[in-house]
């Protein structure tokens, strides 16, 4: 339910709280002026805090659609690696047997010819020479040759396609990482997975949710890690380090 900033709750709340509480010493105008600066403070803190909570939710639907962005890019360029390395693949057995074709064909060529020759012993004077070319006509199998490299590409396209590599799929915002003691700190999380479980981890305890107020009573270094499955039930960690310091 959205929250109304509405003056006259705010007003009638002060204005019972200053009545109950200073009635004998403050006149019916004193209690007005000072219950209306009051309901003007708290709808300013209000309409602070909405926009507060909107600029994060804009923030928030931002880095989603970057992220979202990259896995498509990411994607792309993996169909397009896919792509290049079956052609590759294609290519490489082709050569043989295009060799083998033209090996062939250029057999039959030169039979034709001697069958259509009215002068054998000139076609016979040619005959080895001609074998010769075209027995250098090679059509070994060249893919044994080129396997290894062809795996390895195999196998770096196949884990680009697995661990999406070069985007992040969670995060955490903090607007500041160093504090003072019993300074708070309201930090948030991000999850591409958000219906999958996710979670804050803090000193071995584990808050639920994407939203977390830090405050320390004493000093110290501080590892708060966010967690959350991914699409294949992987748990995926990412952390932040606060540091509490004493004031001076």
Not at 145 to 166: C, T, V
């Amino acid at each position: 339910m959205t929250k109304r900033f509405n003056f006259w709750d705010h007003f009638n709340e002060a204005y019972t709280h200053l009545e109950k509480k200073h009635k004998s010493r403050l006149t019916d105008d004193k209690l007005v002026s000072f219950a209306s600066e009051l309901a003007l403070k708290l709808v300013e803190i209000d309409f602070k805090e909405k926009e507060n909570a909107y600029n994060y939710e804009k923030a928030e639907a931002e880095i989603k659609n970057l992220i979202l962005q990259s896995k498509t890019q990411n994607e792309a360029l993996q169909i397009e690696k896919l792509k290049s390395l079956v052609q590759a693949h294609a290519m490489l057995l082709s050569v043989g047997d295009n060799a083998a074709i033209n090996k062939a064909n250029a057999v039959v060529s030169f039979l034709n010819v001697v069958g259509n020759a009215s002068n054998e012993k000139m076609v016979a004077s040619y005959t080895n020479q001609v074998m010769t070319l075209i027995n250098q006509i090679s059509n070994k199998d060249m893919s044994a040759d080129y396997k290894p490299l062809l795996d390895k590409i195999k196998e770096l396209a196949n884990e680009g396609f697995e661990d999406g590599r070069g985007v992040k799929e969670l995060g955490i915002i903090c607007p500041r990482v160093k504090l003072r003691i019993n300074e708070a700190v309201e930090i948030n999380a991000y999850t591409m997975y958000a219906n999958k479980e996710h979670y804050f981890e803090l000193e071995g305890r584990r808050y639920e949710g994407t939203c977390l107020f830090f405050i320390s009573e004493a000093a110290g270094e501080f590892e708060l890690s966010f967690k959350a499955r991914n699409h294949k039930n992987e748990l995926l960690s990412t952390s932040i380090k606060l540091r509490v310091i004493e004031e001076n």
